[in-house]
């Protein structure tokens, strides 16, 4: 009783300080679903207009990607404080003109969620919603609840009803009034998106790192995922990615995860980032299977507390959720985050420097064979909800190697002393939270912050079509890069072999692959292999001679083989082949590895780098 009387105070007394100025007071009852659909009401701020917008998010930060949630809305009205109905109007799918608003009192409408919507253009499930009836519900507030164009840093106080029993996890600002009623606060309709709620039977751990509370909820539906598991696999990362920081820039964080026992409608997996908070969407396996992913999607989405949250363009600070103005800066947002996601763990020991080379090589090789390699990286940014969308996901992997060669760049000119690590929390200690930097004065800050020779950096390889140099920029730090490449060689015909149990000779066993050389012979299926260049071959010495062909000859040169191929008659007979050899394309992979012979300067600045 003494503790609900203590919740009752708090909230009022927030309520109190909140009623000093307008605010939008929302209330959703998840007890009641109709349809797979619940209802949304909303007390609403004055109004001295005449006609005023009601607006929907077309598209959220961190989606890239336009969704129009506002088509989920339906049944919307608007009324007067006697509950007359007012006239509305759609304008688009997320605009409705409200006629007569100056009256305004309040608007409803009920709510279709996403997670199984067959309405086309699939929401990516963590910026979806969900209504799973008595089970699970999935509240990314921006597909609930709108905005008054012009009003929306306004205060926001979310009123949620639901099922005894169930816990609302979230990183939101939370009263809870009794066991089936929480109420949320928001200062403003940004921070209201910004920070998912998940009802579900209660699954949740809570552990401390670096003075932040950190709250792991899951919703697996047949109890496959443990969320003490989960903290077992992120709570290692998480230390590595605070001594990184020095200093976590947050006092809370929420991970919530959500498991599909089906296939999602997106026929995606992933999470999005928030700024107190990342959701996830998982495929329900094996935890054992799914740890390295919650690994690696936890370590980038929670290095966003460093960026977008403490550094970010004004186009992210007031970001208009209607018409959006995308930055050009997405190596920053998403490239940099990438970057430093992989680096805290190599930097503190939670990964080898083996596997880190494997990582950066796994990028250069995404990036330079499947995407366009001379787009400059502004450009990309700009345009990457239109022309240069399908470059999109080059943001991950160039995005993470331009952080890359940035940070080497700045240890050579600092002689160690500072990299990227440091001119994040400089932009942060510049920035924060509350104050944007505008888009097009970035490079000539972060040069004054630090180099001159940055700004060519920039200019070359981020606003620039140059590739990035990686086989000079590695050398730097004692490792040497041989990129993907196609060299000449003499073919053998590019068959696929058997043994043959009872004499050791190879059998031809397919020639679906078989090139021209192969062709020339005249190589069937079923031919064993008698002789090659004079040889006779069997399993023993077949690689040895095979290798020894491409010594031997060279184009032109007459190549004769014995094979023993069955005649109509069922019967092994010898028959002669020839062709002159041929030269074919053959692709070498990129390789990358560590210096077998390293200078004292090229170990100097690996140390800063990677401080292996």
Same mark, same amino acid.
């Given at each position: 009783?003494?503790?609900?009387?203590?919740?009752?105070?708090?909230?009022?007394?927030?309520?109190?300080?909140?009623?000093?100025?307008?605010?939008?007071?929302?209330?959703?009852?998840?007890?009641?679903?109709?349809?797979?659909?619940?209802?949304?009401?909303?007390?609403?701020?004055?109004?001295?207009?005449?006609?005023?917008?009601?607006?929907?998010?077309?598209?959220?930060?961190?989606?890239?990607?336009?969704?129009?949630?506002?088509?989920?809305?339906?049944?919307?009205?608007?009324?007067?404080?006697?509950?007359?109905?007012?006239?509305?109007?759609?304008?688009?799918?997320?605009?409705?003109?409200?006629?007569?608003?100056?009256?305004?009192?309040?608007?409803?409408?009920?709510?279709?969620?996403?997670?199984?919507?067959?309405?086309?253009?699939?929401?990516?499930?963590?910026?979806?919603?969900?209504?799973?009836?008595?089970?699970?519900?999935?509240?990314?507030?921006?597909?609930?609840?709108?905005?008054?164009?012009?009003?929306?840093?306004?205060?926001?106080?979310?009123?949620?009803?639901?099922?005894?029993?169930?816990?609302?996890?979230?990183?939101?600002?939370?009263?809870?009034?009794?066991?089936?009623?929480?109420?949320?606060?928001?200062?403003?309709?940004?921070?209201?998106?910004?920070?998912?709620?998940?009802?579900?039977?209660?699954?949740?751990?809570?552990?401390?790192?670096?003075?932040?509370?950190?709250?792991?909820?899951?919703?697996?539906?047949?109890?496959?995922?443990?969320?003490?598991?989960?903290?077992?696999?992120?709570?290692?990362?998480?230390?590595?990615?605070?001594?990184?920081?020095?200093?976590?820039?947050?006092?809370?964080?929420?991970?919530?995860?959500?498991?599909?026992?089906?296939?999602?409608?997106?026929?995606?997996?992933?999470?999005?980032?928030?700024?107190?908070?990342?959701?996830?969407?998982?495929?329900?396996?094996?935890?054992?299977?799914?740890?390295?992913?919650?690994?690696?999607?936890?370590?980038?989405?929670?290095?966003?507390?460093?960026?977008?949250?403490?550094?970010?363009?004004?186009?992210?600070?007031?970001?208009?959720?209607?018409?959006?103005?995308?930055?050009?800066?997405?190596?920053?947002?998403?490239?940099?985050?990438?970057?430093?996601?992989?680096?805290?763990?190599?930097?503190?020991?939670?990964?080898?420097?083996?596997?880190?080379?494997?990582?950066?090589?796994?990028?250069?090789?995404?990036?330079?064979?499947? %995407?366009?390699?001379?787009?400059?990286?502004? &450009? /990309? !940014? $700009?345009?990457? #909800?239109?022309?240069?969308?399908?470059?999109?996901? =080059?943001?991950?992997?160039?995005?993470?190697?331009?952080?890359?060669?940035?940070?080497?760049?700045?240890?050579?000119?600092?002689?160690?002393?500072?990299?990227?690590?440091?001119?994040?929390?400089?932009?942060?200690?510049?920035?924060?939270?509350?104050?944007?930097?505008?888009?097009?004065?970035?490079?000539?800050?972060?040069?004054?912050?630090?180099?001159?020779?940055?700004?060519?950096?920039?200019?070359?390889?981020?606003?620039?079509?140059?590739?990035?140099?990686?086989?000079?920029?590695?050398?730097?730090?004692?490792?040497? %890069?041989?990129?993907?490449?196609?060299?000449? &060689? /003499? !073919? $053998?015909?590019? #068959?696929?072999?058997?043994?043959?149990?009872?004499? =050791?000779?190879?059998?031809?066993?397919?020639?679906?692959?078989?090139?021209?050389?192969?062709?020339?012979?005249?190589?069937?299926?079923?031919?064993?292999?008698?002789?090659?260049?004079?040889?006779?071959?069997?399993?023993?010495?077949?690689?040895?001679?095979?290798?020894?062909?491409?010594?031997?000859?060279?184009?032109?040169?007459?190549?004769?083989?014995?094979?023993?191929?069955?005649?109509?008659?069922?019967?092994?007979?010898?028959?002669?082949?020839?062709?002159?050899?041929?030269?074919?394309?053959?692709?070498?992979?990129?390789?990358?590895?560590?210096?077998?012979?390293?200078?004292?300067?090229?170990?100097? #600045?690996?140390?800063?780098?990677?401080?292996?």
């Amino acid at each position: 009783m003494n503790i609900k009387i203590i919740l009752l105070v708090a909230l009022l007394s927030v309520s109190t300080s909140l009623l000093a100025q307008e605010k939008y007071t929302i209330s959703i009852d998840l007890n009641t679903v109709v349809d797979d659909k619940v209802k949304v009401t909303c007390l609403v701020p004055n109004v001295e207009k005449e006609e005023i917008e009601f607006r929907v998010p077309k598209i959220v930060p961190g989606t890239y990607s336009i969704y129009d949630f506002g088509r989920f809305f339906t049944d919307f009205k608007a009324f007067d404080a006697e509950g007359n109905e007012l006239v509305t109007r759609q304008l688009t799918d997320n605009r409705i003109l409200i006629k007569g608003s100056e009256k305004l009192a309040s608007v409803s409408y009920w709510i279709e969620d996403t997670f199984d919507s067959e309405k086309g253009n699939f929401v990516f499930e963590p910026a979806g919603t969900n209504i799973e009836e008595g089970k699970n519900y999935v509240i990314n507030t921006f597909g609930f609840a709108g905005y008054l164009q012009g009003m929306k840093d306004l205060a926001y106080e979310l009123h949620i009803d639901y099922p005894k029993g169930m816990y609302g996890a979230s990183a939101l600002d939370k009263v809870s009034i009794n066991d089936s009623s929480d109420v949320f606060l928001a200062p403003n309709y940004f921070d209201l998106a910004d920070g998912p709620i998940m009802y579900s039977s209660p699954d949740t751990t809570t552990f401390e790192i670096g003075g932040a509370e950190i709250l792991i909820a899951v919703y697996s539906p047949n109890k496959v995922l443990d969320p003490v598991f989960v903290k077992e696999q992120v709570e290692p990362t998480l230390k590595a990615q605070h001594e990184y920081l020095g200093q976590l820039p947050v006092d809370r964080y929420a991970f919530i995860i959500y498991l599909f026992d089906t296939s999602p409608m997106s026929g995606k997996l992933g999470a999005l980032e928030h700024s107190y908070s990342s959701f996830y969407s998982l495929p329900e396996i094996d935890p054992f299977r799914l740890a390295q992913v919650i690994r690696d999607v936890a370590a980038h989405e929670f290095f966003h507390i460093l960026t977008p949250l403490n550094v970010h363009s004004e186009e992210i600070g007031n970001f208009d959720f209607i018409n959006p103005k995308m930055s050009k800066h997405l190596w920053l947002y998403e490239g940099m985050t990438e970057y430093a996601a992989g680096l805290a763990q190599v930097k503190y020991g939670e990964m080898s420097l083996a596997n880190y080379l494997n990582v950066l090589e796994g990028k250069i090789g995404q990036s330079t064979s499947n %995407f366009d390699d001379q787009l400059p990286f502004t &450009e /990309l !940014s $700009l345009n990457c #909800l239109g022309e240069t969308k399908s470059q999109y996901g =080059n943001v991950y992997q160039k995005g993470a190697l331009i952080g890359m060669a940035l940070d080497i760049r700045l240890r050579e000119l600092s002689d160690g002393a500072y990299g990227v690590q440091d001119m994040m929390q400089d932009l942060a200690k510049k920035y924060g939270k509350t104050q944007s930097f505008k888009d097009e004065e970035l490079f000539d800050t972060i040069t004054e912050m630090t180099y001159p020779e940055i700004r060519e950096f920039f200019s070359t390889y981020v606003e620039g079509s140059t590739p990035l140099p990686y086989e000079s920029i590695l050398k730097k730090v004692g490792v040497e %890069f041989k990129p993907a490449r196609t060299e000449k &060689e /003499l !073919s $053998l015909g590019h #068959l696929s072999f058997s043994v043959n149990e009872s004499d =050791n000779r190879l059998i031809i066993q397919s020639i679906d692959q078989m090139n021209v050389f192969g062709k020339e012979m005249g190589y069937k299926e079923g031919d064993i292999i008698y002789k090659f260049d004079g040889i006779e071959i069997d399993i023993e010495n077949y690689e040895e001679e095979f290798l020894a062909f491409t010594d031997r000859h060279q184009v032109g040169d007459k190549i004769q083989a014995v094979v023993l191929r069955t005649d109509e008659k069922g019967k092994l007979k010898k028959v002669k082949l020839k062709a002159e050899a041929i030269e074919i394309d053959r692709k070498i992979e990129a390789s990358m590895m560590l210096s077998d012979t390293p200078s004292e300067t090229q170990l100097k #600045l690996r140390k800063s780098w990677v401080n292996r």
